[in-house]
């Protein structure tokens, strides 16, 4: 039966249609059981009484529900068929089959065969040769010949996860007709534009064809990834669909390298939203761990995203050469950097400032980038561990600053030589004016970028001329002079950016193209990570298939006919016969090719392009459906209902609601039993979060206290320990400072962060401080804090700079440890002149030596210093024994006579350490325009 708009699959059983008189003849005689109420009376009055008793009818509309329920059994049976296929096929000439078997079709590729092979079994019929080509193979036998072998070709057939190449196989198709005209041309179509302005029924109408038709599914499940990018907190993923009439909530699962989810996320289509971006949320070391992102429920090779090393966020690690201020950010080293890179890369710093843990802790972390901000010298331990992780594909970047430029020129980690001290432009001994940029070289990772504009370097660390200076620059002021170099260490490499990395040195840190530059370094290094271990990656000019990608979107190390993809060709190169989608490299590195590229957009195939008219089908099993399920479906829900009814009819409901009260009654018991159990055997209290040490640490921070470096000879710690007694005692009765008693530090034990200064006598005959002991002093300098060295020899000295005393060569041993900057004497107007008492020498015990601090970085052009400066020095030195002219006993005499004696000098002596402290504590506040005034009046000015 199939003239109607459904048919029968099996109609005879219609015939049983004609036993419902029958069923409602026999449900009528069968009533429901009665129910029984025993009662003891009845039973003598049922004795007694005897009378012919006729059986109850059940009621009608019970006998009406049996009946359909009967009814609905037969019609589900029977089978009926809505909409089923009636399509006949021309018999003016061969039957032509265009089948798209691309990576659109995987989800419904057996309905395409079913689909083909009725058109087949049609042809076969009326003895029509067949004609078959498929649109994503790279060569077809068309040939018309018999249904049998057509049919033997359909089978041998899957999709591939390939873009179809239609005019390849039409082209192939008109070579084997060779002028036949075609009586039918059937193109399954996977529905979507294979290209733009896909006129592939132009094609195939121009082989004037008696009927043309085009079979595609509903592209319901056409559904492909497009883009995945590693952003700053999660993935997010890009996806396009083909059929956009309704909203569509889609499940992502991220993937690692052993097929294993590790993620999830979700991305949702609205109504008539073609292009949709969704997010799977996880942590950086997580998502750098994605081998392959995929949609749920739906298996093909457009739902499968492959990553390569490409796409994983690098992890770059920071430090500086000195602390950041949380006041005044801007003035940071790394702030510049930071911002720069934190939309493209994970940033991590060290949890210490301790170079000698904060490196080795960083690289235990495995990041590609090292970045490292105006840092002079580094511990000697560190330099072998950083040299093996660039050797192993680490990239070290470095900028200059005052530190770079007054460290060693050996440095191994810097990629030229460099010139002691840095070149200024436009200072009052220049007549060089600031420099702008020339235009980036062909070669390297700015090559293509534009010469920036309006960035002017007015300061910068010079190299050495070599005969490779100008291969190995990747950027150079307009003078010629190297602005950004670069050095190869096996598979890695250092960039020295030979000005800082904030705005005093240059513009460059504030200008747009900084972060280009920066973003294309990292771009360039290694994105898994590197370790110290040896591993270096090994590279290879062409890259094999690894894994190929299957149509149902699984991987596979099946390489079939796939060449090498060549890695040059990557960014240009498409999915194709040659190269099908998968990863092509090695288990070492690879690269990802996906069957679309990014940004591509789904757009279904066009059928009104064509002056031939079109019929347009559905697949089998598309509009054709069974009303079978939903027939017994019905016909289970009115035997449920019938049951219903007889339980009710039967009394069962009241004894129901009474084993529901019951069962309530019973939960209620039992939560009150597990509440009064919790409630009887409370958790334990928290253990006691003090920690040993706590009253030493407030005692610490209660009061100021002024600290010396222990040296482990008794006259001279108790020399300092007298020493910084006096000079407490000095700050307690002229100022409002009220110091607490001096505190002897061990740097390899103490913490030194609760003291502003720490004092260190040097002594030659004292034991040499461990590298732990400097390390920590080190970190303790960059934090912020100052530590003053007295070497305490000006009287041996006596003006002799040229030959060094043995402390002095102790103090040489202990600095060529320590990341210093550049020195200089305190010059005139410094603050330290003037932060309390207006002192214009800084005398000791001695009066001959000069009190060193950090150099300042502009001067006046009459030399004297501009007090812009926002921290204090970390470091001084002097030779004037501090100590020993500050030092008292018990009685409050002084211990120890100055040289010359001279009570003057001493009160002199004690005026510099409270200056000192002063600036410890107020850094350049009393450099403020607002204490000049004040300033003169004392000078009687």
Do not use: C
């Not at 996806?239 to 390298?257: I, Q, V």
């Amino acid at each position: 039966m199939s003239g109607l708009s459904f048919a029968f699959a099996s109609p005879a059983i219609l015939g049983a249609l004609i036993l419902l008189p029958a069923i409602w003849w026999l449900l009528r005689l069968t009533p429901p059981h009665p129910r029984a109420e025993v009662f003891p009376p009845l039973r003598i009055l049922a004795t007694i009484l005897k009378r012919e008793e006729t059986p109850a009818r059940s009621p009608w509309w019970l006998t009406l529900l049996r009946m359909a329920l009967a009814a609905l059994v037969i019609l589900a049976i029977a089978n009926p068929m809505f909409n089923p296929r009636t399509n006949t096929l021309s018999s003016s000439g061969p039957l032509v089959l265009l089948i798209d078997n691309s990576w659109a079709t995987a989800s419904d590729w057996e309905r395409r065969v079913q689909t083909a092979d009725a058109l087949i079994d049609d042809a076969d019929a009326k003895g029509i040769p067949v004609s078959i080509a498929f649109t994503a193979e790279q060569s077809n036998d068309t040939t018309p010949g018999a249904a049998t072998a057509a049919r033997d070709k359909l089978h041998a057939i899957n999709s591939r996860p390939l873009v179809p190449d239609r005019q390849r196989a039409t082209q192939a198709i008109e070579a084997a007709l060779n002028g036949t005209q075609p009586g039918t041309i059937a193109f399954l179509s996977d529905g979507v534009e294979s290209k733009d302005k896909d006129d592939i029924l132009n094609q195939l109408a121009a082989l004037k064809p008696n009927e043309l038709r085009l079979i595609q599914g509903d592209g319901s499940d056409v559904l492909a990834i497009i883009g995945a990018n590693n952003a700053a907190n999660d993935m997010t993923v890009t996806a396009t669909r083909l059929n956009g009439s309704s909203p569509l909530r889609l499940g992502l699962t991220a993937l690692d390298n052993q097929g294993r989810p590790i993620a999830a996320g979700s991305l949702n289509f609205s109504s008539g939203q073609t292009v949709a971006t969704g997010s799977i949320a996880a942590p950086f070391e997580m998502r750098n761990d994605f081998a392959r992102i995929s949609i749920d429920r739906h298996a093909s090779a457009s739902t499968v995203h492959l990553l390569d090393d490409g796409f994983k966020r690098r992890r770059v690690a920071l430090l500086s050469g000195q602390s950041a201020d949380e006041f005044q950010p801007i003035l940071s080293p790394l702030y510049y950097i930071q911002r720069a890179l934190q939309p493209y890369a994970d940033l991590i710093q060290p949890n210490s400032a301790d170079l000698a843990k904060s490196i080795p802790e960083l690289l235990a972390g495995n990041p590609s980038v090292i970045i490292m901000a105006d840092v002079g010298r580094l511990p000697q331990e560190s330099y072998g561990p950083l040299q093996q992780w660039i050797q192993n594909g680490g990239t070290l970047v470095r900028f200059a600053g005052p530190r770079l430029a007054a460290a060693p020129a050996e440095d191994p980690l810097v990629p030229v030589t460099l010139r002691q001290g840095e070149r200024t432009f436009g200072g009052a001994l220049s007549w060089a004016e600031p420099q702008p940029l020339a235009d980036f070289p062909a070669f390297g990772p700015f090559a293509g970028m534009p010469k920036p504009a309006n960035v002017l370097v007015k300061r910068q660390v010079l190299a050495e001329p070599t005969p490779d200076l100008a291969e190995r620059t990747w950027a150079s002021l307009a003078d010629g002079t190297p602005l950004v170099t670069e050095q190869q260490m096996k598979a890695g490499r250092i960039v020295l950016f030979h000005v800082s990395a904030e705005p005093q040195w240059s513009d460059l840190p504030i200008s747009g193209d900084f972060v280009e530059m920066l973003r294309r370094i990292v771009q360039l290094s290694r994105s898994g990570g590197v370790t110290t271990g040896n591993n270096a990656p090994k590279t290879s000019e062409a890259m094999p298939p690894y894994r190929l990608l299957t149509a149902k979107g699984a991987l596979t190390s099946e390489a079939g006919n796939a060449r090498p993809l060549e890695p040059n060709n990557k960014g240009t190169i498409a999915a194709n016969f040659d190269n099908p989608p998968g990863l092509y490299g090695s288990e070492e590195g690879f690269v990802a090719l996906n069957v679309l590229p990014d940004g591509a957009q789904l757009k279904p195939l066009d059928a009104s392009t064509t002056s031939l008219s079109v019929a347009q089908e559905g697949l089998i099993g598309g509009e054709a459906w069974s009303a079978k399920p939903i027939l017994f479906t019905m016909a289970f829900l009115v035997l449920l209902a019938d049951s219903l009814i007889v339980l009710f009819m039967n009394g069962a409901f009241p004894r129901l609601r009474k084993s529901a009260r019951t069962a309530a009654t019973g939960a209620a018991m039992l939560l009150l039993a597990v509440s009064v159990a919790t409630f009887l055997h409370p958790g334990n209290a928290s253990a006691d979060d003090s920690k040993p040490g706590d009253d030493t640490i407030f005692s610490r921070l209660d009061k100021t206290h002024l600290a010396y470096v222990v040296t482990g000879e008794s006259e001279v710690d108790h020399i300092s320990e007298r020493g910084l007694a006096g000079l407490s005692d000095f700050l307690t009765y002229r100022t409002t400072l009220e110091p607490g008693p001096p505190v002897g530090l061990d740097p390899t034990k103490d913490e030194l962060a609760f003291y502003p200064i720490i004092y260190w006598p040097i002594s030659a005959t004292a034991p040499m401080p461990s590298n732990d002991a400097i390390n920590r002093i080190d970190a303790y300098m960059r934090n912020g804090g100052t530590v003053l060295f007295d070497t305490r020899d000006a009287i041996d000295t006596m003006g002799d700079n040229t030959t060094p005393s043995p402390n002095g060569q102790r103090l040489q041993a202990i600095l060529a440890n320590l990341d210093i900057p550049a020195l200089e004497p305190v010059p005139k107007g410094h603050v330290l002149t003037k932060s309390f008492y207006l002192l214009s020498s800084f005398p000791g015990r001695y009066a001959d030596s000069p009190l060193w601090i950090e150099a300042r970085q502009d001067t006046r052009g009459d030399g004297n210093a501009v007090t812009s400066a926002d921290g204090v020095t970390p470091i001084m030195i002097t030779g004037n024994d501090f100590a020993g002219a500050w030092a008292i006993g018990d009685n409050g005499s002084p211990l120890l006579p100055t040289v010359p004696p001279d009570e003057t000098q001493r009160e002199y002596a004690y005026r510099t350490g409270v200056n000192i402290m002063m600036y410890m504590l107020t850094g350049n506040y009393k450099a403020d325009q607002v204490h000049i005034p004040d300033i003169l009046e004392r000078l009687g000015q």
